[in-house]
């Protein structure tokens, strides 16, 4: 009798149990969504070297001269620049057997194309040109995820829906979702040229006409749907 009871118990919730949704119609389809974005943080790779002024200037007086020109522009010296190679100090350029050159690297972070212009300029004027892009970021990077992934799923819907109309059927609802791959962000100017040299800038355009290219978030989700049958 308890045998009896188990199998009739096990019976009965394999009844009420939803069909798995490979035995009833579906579509699925993939969606797509890419956002561009202006980055907000703009990071720019700077190098003093003795070797440029030819010994006239030593290493700490033209650190002293960046630090001042970049807080002239309003830029936060303890937040905004860092060092960017600890061991920058100890590389030397010899030039000769009696003449020894030191180089030294820092990280400027700025808030837009038109700040990371300034500077670029202004440390031209004062003789600093050894300046690279070292990385565009984006500071709510974490909400636009979320805001693509959204649109992904949107996007497939409206392909199920087109296609499914085509056939002159109508869209269920999803039963199953899956991300393919986290969002990615990539910047097609970062792929194009690493490490883009940006010397000589201030001698092209003004800080007013710096501008870069927008980032670009993209995800990718897969989206089972049901054919509502007439």
Do not use: W
């Not at 001269?65 to 860092?82: A, R």
């Not at 984006?138 to 693509?148: G, I, M, P, R």
């Amino acid at each position: 009798m308890i045998s009896a009871l188990i199998l009739f118990t096990a019976l009965l919730v394999q009844a009420q149990a939803p069909k798995n949704f490979i035995d009833q119609p579906y579509i699925e389809v993939n969606g797509q969504a890419v956002l561009d974005i202006t980055p907000d943080k703009i990071f720019l790779r700077i190098e003093i070297r003795e070797e440029d002024t030819k010994g006239r200037k030593s290493l700490e007086e033209l650190e002293s001269q960046m630090l001042t020109t970049l807080e002239s522009l309003g830029l936060n010296i303890e937040k905004q620049v860092s060092v960017s190679d600890l061991s920058s100090n100890f590389k030397f350029y010899f030039l000769k057997r009696t003449d020894v050159f030191k180089n030294k690297f820092f990280s400027v972070e700025t808030k837009s194309a038109y700040e990371a212009g300034q500077v670029v300029s202004s440390l031209a004027q004062e003789g600093i040109s050894n300046i690279e892009l070292e990385s565009l970021e984006y500071s709510k990077e974490e909400e636009l995820k979320l805001e693509v992934k959204v649109k992904a799923i949107q996007n497939a819907k409206q392909k199920a829906e087109m296609m499914l109309e085509a056939l002159g059927q109508n869209l269920g609802g999803a039963l199953h979702v899956q991300e393919l791959g986290s969002p990615r962000m990539y910047n097609t100017l970062e792929e194009r040229t690493a490490g883009l040299k940006i010397r000589g800038l201030a001698a092209m355009a003004d800080a007013s006409n710096v501008d870069f290219e927008k980032l670009k978030f993209e995800a990718t989700v897969q989206v089972k749907f049901a054919i509502d049958l007439p």
